[in-house]
């Protein structure tokens, strides 16, 4: 059982770097704004996933990452 909680908890941060290139790839090719600076957001206990920013425009991305075996609702997103 604790190999399962740990395997779960692994999953995230790779989960996180896989949507990161996955944004990445889409924003040069046009599908999103070109974003020129990549990374997260970290303040006390609250944290943004992945942060983008266009430095020329003020474009800016944030995105939340969830890897779970749950459906995930608007809630998460207004929190």
């Known amino acids: 059982m604790?190999?399962?909680r740990g395997f779960q908890q692994l999953h995230g941060p790779i989960f996180e770097n896989i949507s990161t290139e996955i944004l990445q790839s889409k924003s040069?090719?046009?599908d999103l704004?070109?974003?020129t600076?990549?990374?997260k957001w970290w303040h006390k206990e609250?944290?943004?996933d992945?942060?983008?920013l266009n430095e020329n425009t003020g474009d800016i991305l944030f995105c939340e990452?969830?890897?779970q075996n749950k459906k995930?609702?608007?809630s998460v997103m207004e929190d």
Request: aromatic share 16%; with cysteine; charged share 30%.
């Open 65 to 67: 990452c969830k890897w």
């Open 46 to 48: 609250e944290e943004i």
């Open 33 to 35: 704004p070109l974003f």
């Open 50 to 52: 992945i942060v983008a």
């Open 72 to 74: 995930t609702d608007r």
């Open 28 to 30: 040069p090719s046009g």
């Open 2 to 4: 604790i190999y399962k």
């Open 37 to 39: 600076k990549w990374g």
